[in-house]
């Protein structure tokens, strides 16, 4: 289970996706995917923070709010806590596939995937 910001940093880097950078917004490190945040660690809670559209962040956290926990601050956003040490590698895998490619440019991820069909 990932339990830090560096080990998902580092699963997230190390899927090889273009268009990730680091940034620092509000001091705080995060990664970005076609200059949108893509991942973070959040300053208000020991917890990674995913996008997320609200109604599958509201299941989830009925399903499990040990492992998926609400903050008033996150609330109104698409985005889905998970607490540290409860980050499934393969679960935050797939997410930040899915999430990299929903935020691409349907033009750019159309010729990027065909480069790498």
């Known amino acids: 289970m990932i339990a830090t910001w560096d080990q998902l940093r580092d699963l997230a880097e190390g899927l090889g996706l273009p268009q990730v950078v680091r940034a620092y917004p509000f001091g705080h490190?995060?990664?970005?995917?076609?200059?949108?945040?893509?991942?973070?660690?959040?300053?208000?809670?020991?917890?990674?923070v995913f996008k997320a559209d609200k109604a599958e962040r509201d299941f989830l956290q009925d399903l499990d709010p040990e492992r998926y926990p609400v903050h008033p601050?996150?609330?109104?956003?698409?985005?889905?806590?998970?607490?540290?040490?409860?980050?499934?590698?393969?679960?935050?895998?797939?997410?930040?596939?899915?999430?990299w490619r929903d935020m691409a440019p349907k033009r750019w991820l159309k010729d990027w995937e065909k480069a790498h069909a």
């Not at 601050?73 to 999430?99: F, S």
Request: glycine residues 6%; proline residues 4%; charged residues 20%.
């Open 29 to 48: 490190e995060t990664l970005k995917a076609h200059g949108k945040n893509w991942v973070y660690w959040a300053a208000l809670t020991d917890a990674a």
């Open 73 to 99: 601050h996150y609330q109104p956003h698409g985005l889905l806590l998970v607490r540290a040490g409860m980050i499934d590698p393969n679960w935050a895998r797939e997410r930040l596939v899915q999430t």
